[in-house]
T-cell receptor, first 117, second 112 residues
Framework: AQTVTQSQPEMSVQEAETVTLSCTYD???????LFWYKQPPSRQMILVIR??????QNATENRFSVNFQKAAKSFSLKISDSQLGDAAMYFC??????????????FGQGTELSVKP | DTEVTQTPKHLVMGMTNKKSLKCEQH?????MYWYKQKAKKPPELMFV???????INESVPSRFSPECPNSSLLNLHLHALQPEDSALYLC???????????FGPGTRLTVT
């Protein structure tokens, strides 16, 4: 069964500094997608970044980048130049497909990130 | 535009009430999802509709009844809920079942 583990329940970063959130997963599939979602206190879940397993290049979206290590089944999120608005719960998610049924997201337990001014 | 809207934002209902949650998207997405989320926990998948047909039911109790009247609209009908059903209910959609999901703001449900 697929599982996603986020080992850091809480993290803290100083404004303008860089922080890395960890995520590991377990799967026997070779083709899958990985995502990081952000959920601020306002509660809307926002897609931050996605990574396709068959692509070796790490995804980047502005200040957000990932370190995808397929063999190690590791998918960490780096936030550069942290801003107060980055404070949120961050969920790592693994998506796999069920034939004829669609995609299912498996979420990690989340990492609550606080940003100190 | 990746907007998914949900109404109402908040809902308080008694255990004998019948109510409905509504989710709408106008992005032409062909898959829609219902999730339940407890505080400080990840979302838990409840139902998936793919091309307006129910494709996944995660063994959800029958007091939750989903409905997809058309490709833009998803409802969740609630009846005889329990206090432990109090949670944030999130709707999501994706262009195709295999594409990334975009979430709505959620409905905060309290069952008294």
């Amino acid at each position: 069964a697929q599982t996603v583990t986020q080992s850091q329940p809480e993290m803290s970063v100083q404004e303008a500094e860089t922080v890395t959130l960890s995520c590991t997963y377990d799967t026997s599939e070779s083709d899958y997608y990985l995502f990081w979602y952000k959920q601020p206190p306002s509660r809307q879940m926002i897609l931050v970044i996605r990574q396709e397993a068959y692509k070796q290049q790490n995804a980047t979206e502005n200040r957000f980048s990932v370190n995808f290590q397929k063999a190690a089944k590791s998918f960490s999120l780096k936030i550069s130049d942290s801003q107060l608005g980055d404070a949120a719960m961050y969920f790592c998610a693994y998506r796999y497909m069920i034939y004829n049924q669609g995609g299912k997201l498996i979420f990690g337990q989340g990492t609550e990130l606080s940003v100190k001014p | 535009d990746t907007e998914v809207t949900q109404t109402p934002k908040h809902l308080v209902m008694g255990m004998t009430n019948k109510k409905s949650l509504k989710c709408e998207q106008h992005m032409g997405h062909r898959a829609m999802y219902w999730y339940k989320q407890k505080a400080k926990k990840p979302p838990e998948l409840m139902f998936v509709y793919s091309y307006e047909k129910l494709s996944i039911n995660e063994s959800v109790p029958s007091r939750f009844s989903p409905e997809c009247p058309n490709s833009s609209l998803l409802n969740l009908h609630l009846h005889a809920l329990q206090p432990e059903d109090s949670a944030l209910y999130l709707c999501a959609s994706s262009q195709e079942p295999s594409y990334e999901q975009y979430f709505g703001p959620g409905t905060r449900l309290t069952v008294t």
